[in-house]
Every structure is written in C-alpha cells, then in structure tokens.
C-alpha cells in the first residue's frame, strides 16, 4: 500500500539534502548542470531515508505544517552548505585583495564555475583549493557530515537560536580573516616594492615610475606568490580538517 507518511519524510530528507548541494562547496558550481545536481540529490536522500525513515515519527504530506517543516530543513541544508564553502569563499577573498594590490584587479574575467566576474587570482586560489580539497577526499568528509546531520539534527527539529546566527557571523568573520591571512605575505611585499618605487621617484624624477611599476609589481607579485603555493597547499588541507567540526557545531547550535 502506498504510504503517503513515509513519502512526505523522503521529501524532508530530500529537502535538506537539496538546499545543500545548493550552497555547499563543490556541488553548488553553476557550470555542473542542473540535472546532475537533482540526480545527487536524489540518489543521496534515497541511501540516507532508510535510516532516517526508522526513528522518525507520522507526517502528514498535507497542511502548512509540513510546509514549514520543508522550510524548516531547506534553512539547515543552506547553513550546513555556507559554513562547508568556508575555505573556498576564504580564498577566493585573498585572492580578490591580492589582485587589487597586484594589479589585476580591473583585468576580470568571467569564471564559468562560479557564475561571475572574478579576478585571475582569485579564480587559480579557488581552483587550488577546489584540487586540493578533492584530491585529499574532502568532498568524502563533507558528505558524511551532512548523513552525520540527520543524526545530530533530526528532520522536523531544528531551531533557529541565537547560537545558530552568532556561529553563522563567527563563520564569515573567519572567512574574512583567512582570507587576509593568505594574502598577507603578498601584500607586504607590494607594500615593500611601493615604497621602493616611491623612493626611486624622488631620487630620479626623470623616470616614469608609474608605467616602471606596474610589471614590476606583476612579476614581484607572481614570484611571491609561486613560492607561497607548496604553503597554501599545507594550509587548505589544515583547514579541511576543520569543515567536519564547523558543521557539527552550526548543527548543534539548531537542536
């Protein structure tokens, strides 16, 4: 016989699992089609309903009840997702105020994997990262953080706390700091190579110092930031061991 009880709790394990691959790192890239997107969706939620389905309790698929409680796991799955894009959005940041002191900052070009404009910078640090994060399997640990949410955030349960929205700013204060973290060594050698280059104008004003510095500040900027890429590398797989936990505690913070 057909259970409608038990179609109304896939369509919340569906929900969450949807609004994440939405937001979350990896998935939520707009040049991977639409379909693939509903089809992991969909094969996900089908492999985790079975243990949701034994410890959740009778919904109606009717009524504004069950509207809300659609809502209700739409709104984890896009938290869950912003916090797991952390080192992503962190490097693309660094890799914004990088090209603004390199220079690059005015020659954007259209990033197909993020659906915008983005600096040349920023776009090979998110690649970087992208790489790194899947050769090291983060996109293992992800998923099983988000199956590890229905356990510690059971459908139809979460709440929206005050915990849950100070988490949620921690996150983007975090981002904005690793971000000028990143690209603080670099900056500090353009600071150096401008007051260099300032000194060289008072000293001889006959040359041009302001076409002198723009492929010097180019090539000072790419030689800085090849030596700081084996580096990079460290950092990012540092900091994918991190994604669990920042999941865990903005899912905590719901319950």
Do not use: C
Request: glycine residues 8%.
């Amino acid at each position: 016989m057909f259970d409608t009880g038990q179609v109304a709790i896939f369509f919340l394990v569906l929900a969450r699992i949807s609004a994440f691959i939405m937001a979350g790192p990896v998935f939520s890239m707009p040049n991977i089609p639409g379909l693939v997107k509903i089809g992991l969706s969909f094969t996900l939620a089908v492999i985790v309903y079975p243990s949701v389905s034994a410890n959740a309790g009778d919904y109606s698929i009717d009524g504004w009840e069950y509207v809300f409680a659609l809502l209700r796991e739409v709104l984890v799955g896009l938290a869950v997702g912003y916090v797991a894009s952390l080192i992503l959005n962190a490097l693309m940041f660094a890799g914004s105020l990088i090209d603004m002191h390199i220079g690059f900052f005015m020659s954007s070009i259209f990033d197909p994997m993020s659906g915008a404009m983005t600096g040349i910078t920023s776009r090979f640090l998110h690649l970087l990262g992208l790489a790194v994060l899947l050769g090291f399997n983060g996109h293992h640990v992800i998923i099983a953080a988000l199956v590890r949410s229905y356990q510690v955030v059971p459908v139809n349960s979460a709440k929206v706390s005050a915990a849950s929205a100070l988490f949620l700013i921690k996150v983007f204060g975090q981002m904005i700091v690793i971000g000028v973290q990143i690209a603080a060594p670099l900056i500090a050698v353009m600071l150096i190579v401008d007051v260099t280059l300032g000194l060289l104008a008072r000293t001889a004003p006959q040359i041009n110092v302001f076409m002198l510095g723009f492929p010097i500040k180019i090539i000072f900027g790419l030689l800085t930031l090849s030596v700081m890429v084996p580096v990079l590398v460290r950092i990012i797989y540092s900091l994918i061991g991190t994604i669990e936990q920042d999941m865990l505690t903005i899912m905590r913070g719901m319950t």
